[in-house]
C-alpha cells in the first residue's frame, strides 16, 4: 500500500477486556516497529519485528502485551486484561531496513481508551 | 541508548527561518543523526537524517558539527504548517536497531 495502515483508529474498551491493534506496514519493509504515546510525551518503543521474528522486545511494559507478524507482513499488537493505563495512542512504523541509516513510515495511530 | 538533548519548546516568526538544535555528546562514529516531526492527531514523520556531513533535501537542512556531538535542523523559511514537535534521534547504522524518541522540542510558529 502507499503508507503504512493501522486499524482500527479508535478503540474504547472496559476495563479487563482483550484488544487487538492491527498494522499493515508498506509492501516489501521488512521491518516493523510498535510504538505508544501518551498524551504529552514522546513515543514509547514496545517491539520491533524483522521479517516474523521479534528483534527486540524489550519494551513491551508487562505479559499482558503481545505482538506477532506471522507471515512478515501485517502485524497485530495484543493487549489482554486491559488496565486504564494502557490508554494511548500507538503507533506502528516500517521500514526497508537494509543496513545503514534506517528511516521509519509511521500510521495515523490507534486510540485505544480504557474505561 | 545514545541520548540527545533538545530545548522542550522555540518559537518562531512565519516566513523566517528557524534553527533548532541537538546535543548528542556520546554519540558513536556509526550513529546516524535523524530528525523526525510530530504534527498535531499525527503519527511521526520523517524529516532528514545525516551521518558526518551537512545534508539538505526538500523538507530541511541537517547542519552537523564537526565534533558530531550537536547537530540543527534548519526550516528555511518556517510555515504555520510547520508548527509540530521536533525530535532528534541518534540510530546505529550498522544493523537493526531501535529508534528511541525523547520528547522532543515543541515548535510554535507566530503568525
Known amino acids: 500500500g502507499a503508507g503504512v495502515s493501522q486499524t482500527p483508529s479508535n478503540k474504547v474498551t472496559e476495563k479487563g477486556k482483550y484488544v487487538e491493534l492491527r498494522c499493515d506496514p508498506i509492501s516489501g519493509h521488512t521491518a516493523l516497529y510498535w510504538y505508544r504515546q501518551s498524551l504529552g510525551q514522546g513515543p514509547e518503543f514496545l517491539i520491533y519485528f524483522q521479517g516474523t521474528g521479534a528483534a527486540d522486545d524489550s519494551g513491551l511494559p508487562n505479559d499482558r502485551f503481545f505482538a506477532v507478524r506471522p507471515e512478515g507482513s501485517v502485524s497485530t499488537l495484543k493487549i489482554q486484561r486491559t488496565e486504564r493505563g494502557d490508554s494511548a495512542v500507538y503507533l506502528c512504523?516500517?521500514?526497508?531496513?537494509?543496513?545503514?541509516?534506517?528511516?521509519?513510515?509511521f500510521g495515523a495511530g490507534s486510540r485505544l481508551t480504557v474505561l | 541508548d545514545a541520548k540527545t538533548t533538545q530545548p522542550n519548546s522555540m518559537e518562531s516568526n512565519e516566513e523566517e527561518p528557524v534553527h533548532l538544535p541537538c546535543n548528542h555528546s556520546?554519540?558513536?562514529?556509526?550513529?546516524?543523526i535523524h530528525w523526525y516531526r510530530q504534527l498535531p492527531s499525527q503519527g511521526p514523520e520523517y524529516v532528514i537524517h545525516g551521518l558526518t556531513s551537512n545534508v539538505n533535501n526538500r523538507m530541511a537542512s541537517l547542519a552537523i558539527a564537526e565534533d558530531r556531538k550537536s547537530s540543527t535542523l534548519i526550516l528555511h523559511r518556517a510555515t504555520l504548517r510547520d508548527a509540530a514537535v521536533y525530535y532528534c534521534i541518534l540510530s546505529y547504522g550498522f544493523r537493526d536497531d531501535k529508534i528511541i524518541f525523547g520528547k522532543g522540542t515543541r515548535l510554535h510558529i507566530l503568525p
Open positions: 512504523a516500517s521500514s526497508r531496513n537494509r543496513g545503514g541509516a534506517n528511516v521509519l513510515t
Open positions: 556520546t554519540i558513536s562514529g556509526t550513529d546516524y
